[in-house]
């Protein structure tokens, strides 16, 4: 793989080396101080981290799929978003804890919606923090915030889900995936249906637009896919 790509693919992390890189060079002093504050949260990671991987894997393994659907999915009703409030309330540990939970929870099924409300509810109105809120400015600005807050979330999950489609998210991911990982940019493609035709199991029409069914699961799907993306008549499709 090439330096390019290696960059490409971990954009965050070298932007991150070479300013450290850079600060090295022309403040040392401050390098060391950012450095110094980086291992704070890297080993505040370390220990949250796996914790937050095993219990996704559980819910991954154990839940089954149509209870995640049932419960937090396009179609379960004003039971989603109370569901997801008392997840995010009752959740314990920073907010990128949630990031791997709520990823596992939209492929099984959860609306982007109750996603955001889960998020929301974890980020501001977490019981911890609403207990301290009570203790340190009063019971009633407690409960104003957490009622004009909860309004606030409910109405940004509509907002959002009208805006983001998973579409837009399993994209993204695709983006982040390995060397043969493919994708579509959706605002290219016209929907001539050829890499469907050519490829139905890993290509589908959505809203008259192709959308990545499921990756290719071995080198040779990966080879006919690469075939695929050269019909493309807008180079809509990405393979990385
Ligand atoms: Fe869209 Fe390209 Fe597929 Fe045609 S071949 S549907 S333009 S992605």
């Known amino acids: 793989m090439s330096v390019l790509k290696v960059f490409k693919k971990n954009m965050m992390l070298s932007v991150v080396v070479l300013l ?3 600060l090295f060079v022309f403040r040392t002093d401050m390098a060391i101080l950012s450095l110094k504050n980086s291992s704070y949260y890297i080993i505040e990671m370390l220990q949250i981290i ?3 991987f095993i219990l996704t894997s559980l819910i991954e393994a154990w839940v089954p799929k149509k209870v995640i659907m049932n419960n937090l999915g396009e179609k379960s009703g004003i039971k989603g978003p109370i569901i997801s409030l008392f997840l995010g309330s009752v959740s314990a540990g920073p907010i990128y804890a949630a990031f791997p939970i709520c990823k596992m929870l939209l492929k099984k099924g959860a609306s982007i919606a109750n996603i955001v409300v889960i998020l929301s509810a974890w980020a501001v109105i977490k019981i911890p923090m609403l207990a301290n809120e009570a203790k340190f400015l009063g019971p009633k600005f407690m409960a104003v915030r957490w009622i004009l807050t909860t309004v606030s979330i409910f109405i940004m999950a509509y907002v959002i889900s009208t805006i983001v489609k998973k ?3 399993q994209d993204a991911a695709a983006n982040n995936k390995d060397e043969d990982a493919v994708s579509i940019k959706r605002q290219y493609c016209t929907g001539c249906g ?6 139905p199991n890993l290509f589908q029409l959505k809203d008259g637009r192709a959308a990545v069914k499921r990756q290719p699961l071995d080198s040779k799907e990966a080879d006919v896919a690469k075939v695929v993306w050269e ?7 990405t393979m990385n």
């Open 194 to 199: 050829i890499c469907v035709k050519l490829l």
């Open 231 to 237: 019909k493309c008549p807008t180079k809509a499709i």
């Open 20 to 22: 450290y890189a850079a």
């Open 167 to 169: 579409e837009d998210i």
């Open 50 to 52: 796996p914790v937050v």
